[in-house]
């Protein structure tokens, strides 16, 4: 099946893929520079440049924030910890709702310190979605989890699959108001037999992010070894077409993790290639 | 939930924990000097040995054959790779066959080289299995589909959930006459939410083999950083218990990948201390 290239227009960067080497205020601008209209900032980097800052420049560089990097991490081994989560929620969807981000991308958290209890974490991250779900609601901020790939549900996100996140969306959103949707990132998700009908599932309500990225073969590191669109195994063009099929009109976040590679070059240089190939491989 | 410790005799060593000190042979002497009364070779030592004296040792030395490892590595570029890997299946067939081991593992097999076309290696999968499945059945050796995790999904096995080698199974072999199942390995599946009902959902027909290790937090590697049982963070009682309460009373197989530590030690104590986490922490 050939498929239509995306409209470049749709391109958004996650400021992780140049976190290394720009700063939050050096990435708009560099949004701007290379015509890409969407941006989706992390919170360390927010922080550092201020959030009503940051507002204003996105804003006057013409930027929309198709997400805020992140909330989630819900799990803790007390009650304590669990509120400390809850409460960093809170202060996220504030943040996002300043930004006018288009969602708060949750990652979900993994198993508390010295933890085997996998049905009682992901219950800790039902639960807190819970808590915060009134807040984000009124704030006009969507919440999109983000399932992670399993090989981080240990460490990072017990929520691995489309299907989970979608559990917890009907569970805890049952109207389908659209405050509570899902995050769709081609390198958690590809191998998923699923993953279409899982889409299909989800429709343009609960659609809320598509990030973009490759698997890379062989793939040297667990956390930091992403590749480029078209650098992997990754039918990119195929799983944007169920996106789209499925009524998903947002933006195509290219968010990677690349200590061996993309995180050395010049950041300039990764935005020129992934715009390119955004158009010639996604 | 307390879990009653398993019977020690349902241990079983996967040679793949000893392979960097051991040959088959004293894999095997191994086995016999700790106990250790079930064994899993590889068809690389194998061959190194010879068949029929492997064969021979281990009924000898009292030795149960849990799996022959493996088979699978269907997907291929062309149709001359796919009958090369459907001509080593029938050899590996007629090996396990000569060992009497309870199943051949097939280990489904990657992306071709340079393809992105997921679906289609799993149909090459399906149909590479469905080719050598009478003759499987004919030599008496049940043919077990191991889910590997998702991260091996571009490279070594593009089925990677229960759930999946299972639709598999109903596919190919509907009279569930106990030529086909599954091999369940927690270090592959335990993620995974569906992980109870698929191990109900095989049954005891199914359920061909149950293999053992860890997760450890931080993983760094995606091949060779596996656990002992114990220290990670798998609930080995719990994932027990279901293959029980679903009708298992086959062997618990230790396969320990880990390069950074369990292959750098000595076997014997590889084995003493793998002998002791299996009554403490399985």
Same mark, same amino acid.
């Given at each position: ?82 509120? @400390? ?5 809170? +202060? #996220?969807? &504030? ?7 288009? $969602?708060?991308? !949750? =990652? ?85 037999? @699923? ?5 299909? +599932? #989800?429709? &343009? ?7 973009? $990225?490759?698997? !890379? =073969? ?65």
């Amino acid at each position: 099946m050939k498929i239509a290239p995306p409209d470049p227009g749709l391109l958004s960067l996650n400021t992780a893929t140049v976190r290394e080497k720009w700063s939050l205020r050096e990435a708009i601008e560099g949004c701007a520079r290379h015509g890409i209209r969407g941006i989706s900032p992390w919170r360390d980097k927010l922080a550092a440049l201020g959030v009503k800052e940051a507002a204003g420049l996105m804003r006057d560089n013409g930027l929309t924030v198709t997400g805020l990097c992140r909330g989630g991490m819900f799990p803790a081994a007390d009650r304590k910890g669990r509120q @400390a989560a809850i409460d960093d929620n809170l +202060r #996220a969807i &504030d943040d996002a709702a300043v930004l006018g981000a288009r $969602c708060l991308v !949750l =990652v979900a958290g993994g198993l508390p310190q010295g933890s085997t209890d996998l049905k009682g974490a992901r219950e800790m991250v039902r639960d807190g979605i819970g808590e915060v779900l009134d807040r984000a609601r009124a704030a006009g901020v969507p919440l999109a989890i983000e399932p992670l790939h399993p090989m981080y549900c240990a460490d990072r996100a017990c929520v691995n699959t489309l299907a989970h996140a979608l559990d917890l969306c009907d569970e805890l959103d049952t109207g389908k108001g659209g405050a509570l949707g899902v995050a769709v990132d081609v390198y958690h998700l590809w191998w998923d037999p @699923a993953l279409n009908a899982q889409i299909e +599932r #989800a429709g &343009d309500k609960r659609l809320l992010a598509f990030h973009i $990225c490759d698997w !890379l =073969v062989p793939t040297t590191d667990l956390l930091t070894d992403r590749g480029m669109m078209g650098d992997g195994v990754i039918d990119l063009p195929l799983i944007r077409s169920w996106m789209e099929a499925a009524g998903y009109r947002g933006f195509h976040e290219v968010e990677i993790f690349s200590a061996r590679n993309w995180w050395k070059r010049e950041p300039d240089d990764v935005l020129s290639v992934a715009r390119r190939r955004h158009q010639e491989r996604c």
